[in-house]
């Protein structure tokens, strides 16, 4: 990351609330064609969550712990604060001497810009402020909301503008939480209603709608410059799994997560 920073745009896109069977099996499947093209071997990286719920998750990830490979580690970083005595810290990690990675991109030079989505991103509050307020520039509108059912292509549509409206010379950080996973998501599965509620087939219907919109999105982010992504969930979430419903509790649905980084080419 050392030779990424200050040559790349970053992008780093939050799929709140994915769960790892359902991105995998949809991958394996061919239902994901504009993701898959760009993930490792077309597969995603199984690994644990930082966090159970959004703004725990969050606050890890900002601090540079992403979510951690499946397997023994210490496992290296890709970013990390500087601290005495860190194990995840490695000769190519991009070191900071800040306590956030959004401020430590910020005094890289880049321009640190928040697309948020579920309700910890709305700055309707002091709490739903926090996150988005790292940022030198946020967005949010109920549009991008969980309740919304155009939620993603709305947020992709805001961050083609942030793009366009950035000088050619300036770096770019662009962090976007997207919310279409998120309960309620049963209006994205034909023939679903309210009243038959939320379950793993619309969950799976909302990552088919977000990847016919990614392709937009990410010839936005390398249409300046080679873009280094990070792809990923911040947690999962229960269907009825052991009689659990939701998230922020400690089943495996929830702190089993997908993952993947890599490089998009400038656009050309």
């Not at 995840?88 to 900071?96: E, L």
């Not at 509790?249 to 993947?260: E, F, K, L, S």
Request: glycine residues 10%; proline residues 7%.
């Amino acid at each position: 990351m050392k030779t990424v920073v200050g040559s790349h745009d970053i992008l780093f896109v939050t799929l709140d609330t994915l769960r790892y069977d359902v991105a995998q099996e949809l991958a394996e499947a061919g239902r994901l064609p504009n993701l898959a093209r760009h993930l490792p071997g077309g597969t995603w990286e199984l690994r644990h969550a930082p966090g159970s719920f959004t703004y725990a998750s969050h606050q890890a990830m900002f601090a540079g712990f992403l979510p951690t490979p499946a397997a023994q580690g210490p496992h290296p970083r890709l970013f990390a604060a500087r601290f005495a005595g860190s194990e995840s810290t490695a000769d190519g990690t991009f070191v900071y001497d800040t306590p956030d990675l959004v401020s430590g991109l910020a005094e890289a030079g880049y321009r640190t810009v928040c697309v948020g989505g579920v309700g910890f991103f709305n700055k309707r509050g002091p709490l739903g402020s926090v996150l988005p307020g790292m940022f030198q520039e946020s967005h949010w509108e109920p549009e991008f909301g969980v309740t919304s059912p155009t939620s993603f292509e709305a947020q992709v549509t805001r961050a083609e503008k942030v793009v366009a409206d950035l000088p050619p010379e300036e770096r770019l950080f662009l962090f976007l939480n997207v919310s279409a996973l998120h309960q309620p998501n049963w209006f994205h599965l034909p023939g679903a209603t309210r009243e038959t509620g939320d379950t793993r087939a619309t969950h799976a219907a909302a990552l088919e709608y977000v990847d016919r919109h990614m392709g937009r999105l990410l010839d936005a982010l390398s249409s300046r410059r080679p873009c280094f992504a990070v792809v990923c969930s911040d947690h999962g979430t229960a269907y009825g799994e052991d009689g659990y419903t939701g998230h922020r509790i400690g089943h495996d649905v929830v702190w089993t997560v997908p993952y993947a980084h890599f490089f998009v080419d400038e656009a050309r």
